[in-house]
């Protein structure tokens, strides 16, 4: 079949039933992304004689004479169309997953259309951002410039562009699976547990191994029998070892049983149904309370102390029961108190990338993968400790990622993918489907939390007390860790002499549940904020001023239950009581002009069925993960006078890429287009815990920053030693400078080492290929990640919600960050911008449900309801001015953390206008109308 | 999605090329069947829509608006001021949850006979008293109320050689006065209800509710009621529809306030099509829509 993409003429193999978007991608037009595969995203959009359709279900068999343009076809970096401009200016992406298919869905947009802006709801309705909340999309589509170029040596602190942002907005930065491998790929594909609880009897593979283009079909016959964990640490027994790549015994609906290789997917998808599988079904549990109850079927009972569970005859994989005081005296003497029950409910990441890895055999022997990570070092060490390879055989990159929020911190098709690449020694790929993100990629983890406060009549907490249960599902992925750290900064926040934590992570038949932006603080601080809240209506308390009363401050032992432990968490910085101000200020203010609705000033609706409230909360989070979390970086310089720099950390969106040239270009008074970076592969650098707990900047960006103060002070000595005579040049850089002349006029510069006048002569550049005439100029830099600091958000909402309908509108949104010092303050607006987009997601839209036999029933984004641009407002974001001591040039870290005040502040808003208050997540038009008839 | 079940994909030319049976079903603009896995004994598609069917036309007594016409051709048909239904057109349109560049291939047919109960084709022809025109093997021809070709959750009355052939739209029907609310649990998402009150000159006043039950759901009155007798009739009806895009008892209480707000717009007995606040198609309920 003949049809033109991009005005080159294409003669392409149409198969029936296939879509365009595969037949773009087969012929390499990896411009064209996969997001939902269901055209619900969008992300695949282009253009068919100009009119844009979603080409992941346009029929392909139609395309004969059809001329087919997609977002590389619009422009190139080099002649970008001007939509692409647009989107670089304004920093209109973070990932770019979806930024392919938004730039050519706004490039069919009128200049009427923009000028007037109320239609552009509508016209974003078929296109899904996760990660930026789309005011950052909506500016970019109006032609605001958001970003600045920097002066060299200056860039920190500036709102700098993202390196890859001209790639990524004219198509051409590629992401995990957008590249031809040399041979030809082999795809695999998996057949899922059809019960929730089931042995496998027998197998047997005879009749799908026959099947045309089959390579090999694995069983757990064919399973190591090392048990892992699909969530990733740095410490890999910080999880429990329950997992195996493949086990007879089947613990959740959509578990592996069986894995088919094959010449393309739709051979290993047909040979899935040739595999007879028998099986004895075995009791389930599906209720976490009923799960820990006696006589319960036991998820993992036959697990040893080896596997790290705390108690498997009672479905408890964590567990933790502390107290410090008497929180039953105290709560009994109080002036007032508060006792509840809060619910969360699972939350899919809706990453637009999903989970996908393609691996192969590299010239040298080496097993290959790449893969869409967080953590390429960890995903490397556990693929080495499943199948027994050694480290130096394994190499794990991730290209782009797109998108992550936690998501991406699992082991979850490497596995797989390594053992189809040992067996046939061909590259093999597979990529989860979206229904796979929802059926079997871990969600956040549900929580009931229930809360017991205690006050005087002043004001003065006396006690708090929590009681969490969480539904860790079938496998203990992050169920240990997410319990600990939920219980953690929610509560130590907050100074009260008598506290209690009961928490338990418990096993079920659900699917697994795993990290999440927040890792667990969110739905505590959910029902702790929400506590609060309600003790300071009991008290007539300002609710701000509840929260002055009894936050910590410098100098207070931040506890959880045991006033006396030892912890590495400081306080860096304190910018909780400006978080404060900054929020309850503005709220009493006027709205400034680009406030509530994206597209112009939010009508405050009349009619007597709408109620009024305003609302708020806040959170404390740690800058980084506890227990260690290492970088090892490098800084070198190239002949040219850039510098490239090695790191071992992802960029998903996340922002830190940027960061890190800003840093090195910073220190090494060059411009951030002057860096070269390389990432996220476990041969660019030594070792990278990775992208997690917000750690890029904070651990990864410190260790540079060391780097690139080693390679400063190394290349200002070879030049001393180059012009003065004094002093070796050919020094090793990694040694201590012996010989310091104490000039204080060097200076380094783009084009080099700026040497002032002296008795050597005059003053002179020495060029970058002067310095490296005497050999190599290289630097590292490491970070351990200890001590760690604190962050602090605090959100505020004033919201009208409809008595007949339970529809919440949002009129204001205001978070204030504590960041410390900002180091890209775009970038920073919009990680609170795309933090609090989700977590209003979470508050008010997002529900994955089960049918309470743990089938899950949202299988698809239509039936989700992922934010889009009509259901967010503006969020007007304030900073905190602090200076962290711990941090790089004062810098804290900002990417979970914007997430975790929002839904109780929108939960109190609601509480406010309705009079009712809402326990359940999300508070959704049916539940909150419910909540009114009572 | 590729549908990996597919064999062959037979492009319909002549109404003789449209042979159908268990394994072979018809393919509109292919926006749904190619957003969801389909049951894998379907092999085989047969593509109406190059039969070349004239999208929309006029007749003495009907708008003749064929299966194979797009959203896109719907929404763009130029509007006649003699006709004050119309405008539920885009309203409709815009009431379906994808977006605007999936109007450019889905068809009406495909929407009515994918027969979800937020399709709203189905609602904009069951509350337009629309036939639809049924096409058999042989030469078979027969005609069916929309409102009664919708029989349930992805159920439809026609037999497996059967395709729709077009709509008939009454033109009184179309010099009616509209009234029209929908709510979905998000600003733009799927519908959760969706009721259309009309008024034709008779006095005749028609109420059908869509999304909110498994099927249309259609009360008729000599003329308009009386609060009362509506509110018994609607609340008669016990079957409102559970899944995802909202609880039962919530579309039970917002569609019976919306048939009142439509049943007191309509018998206010203003023509709402010149009235520019509720011809959006929004008001403070349907503010969800704007």
Redesign the interface.
């Known amino acids: 079949m003949k049809f033109e993409v991009n005005g080159e003429e294409l003669d392409a193999t149409v ?5 365009l978007r ?1 037949v773009l991608r087969e012929n390499e037009r990896y411009e064209v992304k996969k997001g939902c ?4 995203c ?1 992300a695949c ?1 282009v253009l068919v004689d100009d ?4 080409s ?4 392909a ?2 395309l004969e004479g059809k001329h087919v343009t997609t977002v590389a076809g619009l422009g190139s970096p080099e002649h970008p169309h001007p939509m692409q401009q647009r989107f670089s200016d304004a920093a209109g992406l973070q990932c770019g997953f979806c930024t392919a298919g938004m730039v050519v ?1 706004a490039s069919t947009f009128t200049d009427e259309q923009i000028a007037d802006g109320t239609d552009l ?7 899904l951002c996760r990660c930026t909340g789309y005011r950052a999309i909506r500016d970019a589509i109006y032609g605001v410039t958001n970003t600045e170029v920097a002066p060299a040596g200056d860039s920190a602190g500036r709102s700098t562009k993202a390196p890859a942002g001209m790639r990524v907005v004219t198509g051409r930065e590629q992401y995990t699976l957008d590249f031809t491998t040399p041979t030809k790929t082999l795809h695999l594909a998996v057949l899922k547990s059809p019960h929730s609880h089931a042995r496998i009897t027998s197998i047997d593979t005879t009749a799908a191994e026959a099947m045309e283009g089959v390579h090999v079909v694995f069983t757990h016959r064919d399973s190591p029998a090392t048990l892992f964990s699909t969530g990733r640490h740095e410490n890999r027994t910080d999880d429990p070892d329950d997992t195996l790549v493949l086990d007879p015994v089947l613990r959740f609906r959509g578990q592996r049983v069986a894995a088919v290789v094959a010449d393309t ?2 051979q290993a ?2 040979a899935l ?1 040739a595999v007879v599988v028998e099986y004895e079904v075995l009791p389930a549990v599906f209720d976490p309370a009923l799960a820990r109850e006696p006589g319960a079927p036991l998820v993992h009972g036959e697990k040893g102390p080896e596997s790290r569970i705390s108690d498997p005859s009672r479905n408890v994989v964590a567990q933790m029961h502390g107290e410090t005081g008497d929180v039953d005296a105290a709560l009994a003497a109080s002036a007032a108190t508060v006792e509840g029950t809060w619910q969360t409910q699972r939350i899919t990441h809706a990453a637009l990338e999903t989970h996908a890895t393609r691996g192969w055999i590299d010239d040298d022997g080496r097993l290959v993968l790449r893969t869409s990570t967080q953590v390429p070092f960890l995903v490397r060490d556990e693929i080495c400790h499943i199948f027994g390879l050694p480290t130096d055989r394994v190499r794990v990159f991730a290209a782009r990622v797109g998108g992550g929020f936690g998501g991406k911190q699992e082991l979850l098709t490497e596995d797989l993918v390594t053992m189809a690449v040992l067996r046939t020694g061909r590259s093999v790929q597979y990529e989860f ?1 979206r229904e796979d993100e929802f059926t079997i990629a871990p969600p956040r983890h549900p929580m009931r939390v229930g809360v017991k406060v205690g006050a005087t009549a002043g004001g003065i907490l006396t006690a708090l007390a929590v009681d969490e249960l969480m539904d860790t599902g079938a496998y203990g992925n992050h169920g240990i860790g997410v319990m600990f750290h939920s219980v953690h900064e929610s509560i130590s926040v907050y100074r009260a002499p008598n506290k209690r934590v009961d928490a338990e992570s418990v096993y079920t038949n659900n699917l697994p549940s795993g990290a999440f932006r927040g890792y667990g603080l969110g739905q505590v601080i959910f029902a702790v904020e929400s506590a609060l809240d309600e003790l300071a209506r009991k008290l007539d308390i300002d609710p701000f001023e509840l929260r002055r009363r009894n936050v910590v401050v410098p100098g207070d032992h931040m506890t959880v239950v045991d006033p006396n432990e030892e912890s590495d968490l400081l306080f860096g910085s304190y910018g909780l009581d400006q978080c404060l101000d900054l929020v309850q200020n503005a709220l009493a203010g006027p709205p400034p002009a680009d406030s509530g609705s994206l597209i112009g000033a939010t009508p405050v ?3 007597d ?2 109620a009024f409230g305003t609302g708020m909360a806040m959170a404390m989070i740690a800058t980084m993960p506890p227990r260690g979390h290492f970088a090892d970086t490098t800084v070198a310089l190239n002949a040219d006078g850039t510098y490239t720099i090695g790191v071992g950390t992802a960029e998903f969106g996340n922002g830190t890429t940027t960061v890190h040239g800003q840093l090195t270009a910073t220190v090494l008074g060059t411009t951030p287009d002057r860096i070269v970076i390389e990432q996220s592969d476990t041969d660019v650098a030594r070792y990278d815990t990775g992208a997690f707990g917000s750690a890029g900047v904070v651990v990864a960006g410190k260790a540079l920053y060391a780097a690139a103060q080693k390679l400063k002070i190394a290349m200002i000595a070879r030049a001393q030693a180059i012009v003065t005579g004094v002093g070796d040049p050919a020094q090793d850089p990694g040694v201590p400078v012996s010989t310091d002349l104490g000039l204080v006029d060097v200076a380094l510069t783009p084009e080099g080492v700026l040497m002032p006048a002296g008795a050597w002569g005059p003053g002179r550049v020495v060029s970058a290929a002067e310095l490296l005439a005497h050999g190599e100029l290289r630097a590292d830099g490491s970070h351990d990640g200890t001590p760690r600091s604190v962050a602090f958000n605090v959100h505020g909402f004033s919201v009208a919600v ?1 008595r ?4 919440v ?1 949002i009129l204001r949104s205001v978070q204030a960050a504590d960041a410390g010092t900002v180091l890209n303050p775009e970038q920073l607006r919009g990680q609170v911008e795309g933090g609090t987009a989700q977590a209003i997601g979470t508050a ?2 997002e ?1 994955m ?1 089960l049918d309470g036999a743990g089938q899950v ?2 299988t ?1 984004f ?4 992922t ?2 641009f ?2 967010l407002p503006v969020t007007e974001v304030l900073f905190a001015a602090t200076h962290d001591d711990l941090g790089p040039l004062g810098a804290k870290s900002m990417s979970e953390a914007p997430y975790n005040p929002v839904a109780p502040a929108l939960a109190n808003a609601v509480r406010d206008a309705i009079g009712v208050r809402p326990h359940e997540l999300p508070m ?4 909150l ?2 909540l009114l008839q009572a | 999605m590729d549908l990996i079940d597919v064999h062959e994909i037979r492009v319909a030319r002549t109404r003789d090329d449209i042979v159908l049976g268990e394994s072979v079903r018809p393919l509109g603009g292919g926006t749904w069947l190619f957003s969801e896995p389909q049951p894998p004994e379907h092999t085989g598609f047969v593509d109406l829509t190059a039969l070349g069917w004239t999208p929309i036309e006029t007749t003495a007594d009907h708008l003749v608006v064929s299966a194979t016409c797009t959203i896109r051709e719907l929404t763009d048909f130029a509007l006649d001021p003699e006709w004050p239904a119309q405008r539920l057109f885009r309203q409709c349109a815009e009431s379906l949850l994808m977006s605007f560049k999936i109007w450019n291939l889905a068809t009406v047919g495909g929407n009515v006979a994918t027969a979800l109960p937020a399709g709203a084709m189905t609602s904009l022809l069951a509350g337009l008293g629309a036939r639809a025109v049924i096409w058999g093997a042989e030469g078979r021809e027969r005609g069916i109320l929309v409102s009664d070709l919708v029989t349930g959750v992805r159920a439809i009355d026609l037999l497996l050689d059967e395709v729709i052939r077009s709509f008939e739209i009454p033109l009184t029907s179309l010099r009616s006065r509209t009234a029209f609310r929908r709510i979905s649990l998000s600003n733009l998402g799927r519908s959760a209800a969706v009721v259309i009150g009309r008024v034709d000159a008779t006095g005749e006043c028609v109420i059908t509710v869509t999304a909110a039950t498994p099927r249309p759901v259609q009360l008729r009155f000599d003329s308009v009621p009386e609060a009362g007798e509506l509110s018994d009739a609607l609340s008669g009806y016990s079957d409102w529809y559970s899944d995802p895009h909202g609880a039962p008892d919530w579309r039970r209480a917002v569609s019976m306030r919306f048939a009142e707000e439509i049943r007191a717009e309509l018998s206010a007995g203003t023509d709402s099509s010149t009235d520019t606040d509720s011809s959006t198609g929004t008001d403070t309920h349907t503010g969800s829509d704007a």
Do not use: F
């Not at chain 1, 992941?56 to 029929?59: K, T, V």
């Open positions: 198969l029936p039933g296939q879509v595969t595969d269901a055209g619900d969008g959009s009119q844009p359709v979603h992941c279900i346009y029929p068999h139609r869905t709801p509508r016209l974003l309705k078929g296109n997917v739709r998808e047909l149904a489907t609706p009349t009619g069925q709408w409809d007949n309908t339970g529809e509108r008010l839209y529900e449900m029933t949202t698809a239509r039936n989700y309801r934010p889009k009509s259901d959704s038009r049916d539940r109308w419910r």
